[in-house]
């Protein structure tokens, strides 16, 4: 039986009712935390500065960790009306510490938009987690092919998942330069991840990596994309009543 990716297992709020400070300041600080590399003091600072408004850096972490659900709640609503169906997905892992002791991130992330399609954070590296990643994209596109480094693990997980999808496994990503993109994209990762200096716990690392990669496949313009977010080369086209709704997609 395939087990159920992490980011199916996101836990805090979905919604921003009831809380203390008003909406556009969340969106502010969570804004200055995905985008960029402002630590939770330094937003502190910020929004105390710039808005008059007190809010401790203990406030803005939790803020940061609990609204996972809500961001994945917009994902599940708007991901079905994206195409996929693309020339390569590629697909890598990438270490990171949770107190101290090493996990593995699995992202899948489609050639032509960037998008990341799907990740899991396990304490495994093994075809397991690669049939967990795999597994909850198959609904979501057929690619020509999907790229990943010669790791083994990767080989039946594809060909049982995908049977019609070509498998091409390359030496290294950063040798070949046709399959750069998952290494821009783990780049862009680490830069942030590199911050956080670790993670305290599992639950905390999956809320944070979820929301990160809902910024980077909604809010984040990328130069790459002129100027586009890999959700609107996907075919997202909101109106003005549905970016409302969704607070932070552009």
């Given at each position: ?121 396990s304490p495994h590296r093994d075809s397991p987690q690669a049939f967990t990643l795999l597994d909850s994209a ?18 039946v997980p594809v060909k049982s998942i995908f049977p019609s999808t070509q498998h091409i496994r390359v030496e290294?990503f950063k040798d070949d330069i046709s399959n750069n993109l998952i290494e821009s994209f783990n780049h862009q ?62």
């Amino acid at each position: 039986m395939i087990a159920a990716p992490s980011m199916s297992s996101l836990a805090g709020r979905t919604d921003f009712k009831r809380m203390r400070y008003p909406a556009h300041i969340i969106i502010t600080a969570l804004s200055m935390f995905y985008l960029g590399k402002n630590s939770f003091r330094n937003i502190a600072l910020i929004l105390r500065v710039i808005f008059n408004v007190k809010v401790s850096h203990t406030t803005i972490g939790n803020w940061c960790k609990s609204f996972a659900p809500m961001f994945d709640n917009m994902r599940l609503e708007l991901i079905s009306s994206l195409d996929f169906n693309s020339d390569e997905w590629h697909v890598d892992e990438t270490v990171v510490k949770i107190k101290g002791v090493k996990y593995y991130i699995w992202f899948l992330v489609d050639s032509e938009t960037r998008f990341v399609i799907g990740f899991h954070l396990s304490p495994h590296r093994d075809s397991p987690q690669a049939f967990t990643l795999l597994d909850s994209a198959k609904d979501l596109g057929q690619p020509q092919a999907i790229v990943s480094d010669r790791y083994a693990a990767y080989k039946v997980p594809v060909k049982s998942i995908f049977p019609s999808t070509q498998h091409i496994r390359v030496e290294s990503f950063k040798d070949d330069i046709s399959n750069n993109l998952i290494e821009s994209f783990n780049h862009q990762f680490k830069a942030w991840y590199k911050t956080k200096q670790g993670f305290n716990s599992y639950l905390s690392a999956n809320n944070l990596i979820s929301t990160f990669v809902f910024f980077y496949n909604f809010v984040r313009p990328h130069s790459s994309l002129n100027g586009h977010t890999p959700a609107q080369v996907a075919g997202l086209n909101l109106s003005k009543k549905q970016k409302r709704k969704y607070l932070l997609v552009a």
